[in-house]
Every structure is written in C-alpha cells, then in structure tokens.
C-alpha cells in the first residue's frame, strides 16, 4: 500500500507510476476520499470541543444551582451529530482505504517502460543452449515415455493441471527441493522455516494477493486461503512486528506446495507441467532496512541464478517492464531457463524488490536504536520452482534413447543414480 502522505505531496508522481503500468489515474480520487475523510475529522473535533465547552458550563450553572436543561439539550443534540459524523467518517475511510487496497506499487526509476513483456530488456545470460544431434522432446513425451509421468491419473481425481509423478521422477522432485534447500541455507545464510500452508485473509492481504486477485487463489470452506507461494506465509513472520534493527537483514526460506487457479491463465500452458494448480517451489525471502534493499535484491537474485549454474542448465535473467511487473513489486527481474522442447526461454523464478509496499499493508516495522519505527523493505523470489527446473532437467538432459542423465550436483540426492530411464 502507498503512503497516503506521499500522494498528497505529490499526486502528479502517482498518475506518472500508474501510467508507466498502463493504468488510469488515481491522484484525483485518492485525495477527494482523503480530503472529505480529514473534513469529517475536522468537524468531529470542532463537536468534540463543543461538547466540553458546554459541559463545562453546565457544571458552573449546576454548581450555581441554575437550570441548565438548555444547555443538557445541546449535548444531547450534538452527541447525536457526533453519532452521525462518526459514521460517515468510517464509511469514507473504508472507501478511501479499499480504494488504496487496489493500487499498484510505484516502478523503480530504473525499471523500464513498456506495456507487457515486449518491453522486458535481458540484463545477462549463462550457458548456451544444447545442440542434439536429435529433435529433442519436451517433458510431457519423456515423462510419459518413461512411465513415470501420468497426466490421466491425475485428471482422474483432480482435473486439469495436475499430474502424478512416480518412481525416479517422484524422487527427482524430491531431490531438486533438497538441493535447492541446501544451497540457500548452507552457502547463501537463508533460514529455513516450515510454514502454514493454510492462511487468513489478512496475510494474503499483507502480500498483495488481496483484494485484486482472489480469483487467482483456492479458498477453504472454513475461509482459509491455501498459499499461492510460501513468500505469503514467509512475509507475514514480521507481520504486526517492530523488529529490531539488528536482526536485519532477515533471509528466510521455505520448500513448499503451492496452490493456483491460474484463473488468469486460460488458454496458456494447458497440457504439461509448466503451469499447475498444484506444485512445489522453494521461496526466498528477505526483509532489509530501506537503505540495502537494493542490493539485496541484486543478492537474492543471483542465489537463485547460483542454482541453475550448479545444475548446469542455461538461462537469461530479464528486468522487466512497468507494465510486465507483478502488484506488490517496484522492481522485478525474471530468471529464464532454455527448454530445448520448447525452442525457447521460459520463467522458473522471478525476484521482486517490494520496498515498504507491503510493510505498510502488514504494518511491519523494525526500530533504530530509540528512534521511531520505520517500515521494512521486503523482497522475495523463487530459488525456484522445482517443478518448472524438473521440466529444464529433463529436457535438457534428455538422450537419444529416451533416457535422461541425472545432473552431477543431484546424484548425492538421487542415491547414486546417474540416468533414469524406462524399466
């Protein structure tokens, strides 16, 4: 959420941000709900003073012995407007605040313009892409050639959007968590945490997945929401917190399921396993002073480029647009792997600098010393999707006779193992 001080002092800035997104502008509205909202406070501390002054005075008439019925009927009367005024300042709060609730964080200077992902601009790129001396096939005809990758079980009781992985590919995904885990925690100084996968509406909220996007979420009967990344549950540790400055940075991750409508994304990626309602990811995330966010963010997104180059698969990291840019992010890079089926670069992570956006919507703080509370910064990104780098391994792996070639950096956590192939 905005700082509705900044607005204020600087509408024309807010309209500028919301432009480079591709959305109207705000400034107007914004400070109409918030001018009408200070007016209803103004008025209800001018009754206030009014109600004590005629207090007082009915005091001194009945300290006097004097009538002071004229007097008590204009207390009544104005505990009445009271009544109402307080009301309405409520209802326009609550206008101003929902209004404020679905602003998009400001783009960073440096981010480009551009309206979608056209406009992303590749910052670097590692590896170069396998020649076969085959057609390679993308993940969907190997794993199911293999036996151990079955999309009709799973639609079977699920639906689209599923798949059910068995044998080695079971423990691959296993091994690719594991990994990943390891790196972070034992070479980059992330904590790991086991986390709620079950959430309430205030954390969604604090990350940004609410109000805008709750057709992108699955909800419980019993009003959970089921986290669409563990950067929700991961955030939300500081939530309602004054941290002290001495524990900052915090770097925190997580393994976990996660859990997506892809509401948004009808149409794209419908068969295999790039884009799913359910899947596994390792989140990263970070909460900073304001002052090293910046470089926290260039830290972060190598840790999660670190495990591509250890897998030996190649990538391209892109800064992307203001108009390609996630709600909560001021500035995002995207990791790209190269999917030899695909022919083509596709997302495994992306790494988001948030600032104080979603500090200001958890109310999270840390303190310097005596001095007042500030807002962190936070920061998080994928380090990654297993699912997605499962995808990457096994087309870029692949070999002529089906088989796949277990990575180097994986046999430690594959038993030994150096091919999967059909039993």
Request: charged share 30%; with cysteine.
């Amino acid at each position: 959420m905005l700082d509705i001080r900044w607005i204020r002092e600087e509408p024309e800035a807010l309209d500028r941000a919301l432009s480079r997104r591709g959305q109207p502008p705000r400034a107007d509205l914004v400070l109409a709900l918030d001018r009408a909202r200070r007016d209803l406070q103004t008025r209800l501390q001018e009754l206030q003073s009014e109600r004590n002054r005629l207090s007082r005075e009915i005091g001194a008439a009945k300290a006097k012995k004097l009538d002071a019925g004229d007097l008590m009927t204009k207390v009544a009367a104005l505990k009445d407007d009271t009544a109402r005024l307080e009301a309405e300042e409520r209802a326009k709060a609550a206008e101003l605040d929902a209004l404020l609730a679905v602003v998009p964080n400001v783009p960073d200077a440096s981010v480009p313009d551009g309206k979608d992902e056209t406009a992303n601009v590749e910052v670097r790129r590692h590896g170069t892409p396998k020649k076969f001396a085959f057609a390679p096939k993308d993940h969907t005809a190997l794993g199911t050639a293999l036996g151990l990758m079955d999309f009709d079980a799973a639609a079977r009781m699920s639906g689209a959007r599923f798949v059910v992985l068995k044998g080695a590919l079971a423990r691959l995904e296993r091994a690719l968590g594991s990994f990943m885990l390891d790196l972070q925690t034992g070479e980059h100084g992330y904590s790991e945490h086991n986390v709620p996968h079950l959430v309430r509406d205030e954390a969604v909220f604090g990350t940004g997945q609410l109000p805008k996007f709750a057709d992108d979420l699955f909800k419980t009967t019993l009003g959970n929401w089921l986290i669409p990344t563990a950067e929700v549950s991961l955030t939300n540790l500081v939530r309602e917190q004054i941290v002290d400055d001495a524990v900052l940075p915090m770097r925190l991750t997580a393994y976990t399921p996660c859990y997506r409508s892809e509401a948004g994304a009808a149409g794209k990626d419908t068969t295999g396993m790039i884009r799913q309602h359910q899947f596994t990811k390792v989140e990263l995330v970070s909460i900073t002073r304001p002052e090293d966010s910046d470089a926290e963010h260039e830290r972060m997104t190598r840790c999660a480029e670190t495990v591509l180059e250890r897998l030996e698969l190649p990538y391209r990291t892109m800064l992307l647009s203001a108009g390609d840019m996630g709600f909560s992010s001021r500035k995002t890079y995207d990791i790209e792997v190269w999917l030899p089926g695909q022919d083509r670069y596709r997302e495994i992570s992306s790494c988001s600098n948030c600032g104080d956006f979603q500090a200001r919507r958890m109310n999270a703080r840390f303190r310097r010393g005596e001095q007042k509370p500030e807002f962190v910064h936070t920061l998080n990104g994928s380090g990654l999707a297993v699912g997605r780098t499962l995808v990457a391994v096994l087309e870029n792996y692949q070999n002529a006779d089906g088989s796949v070639t277990v990575p180097a950096a994986l046999r430690p956590y594959m038993g030994g193992m150096e091919k999967i192939a059909r039993a």
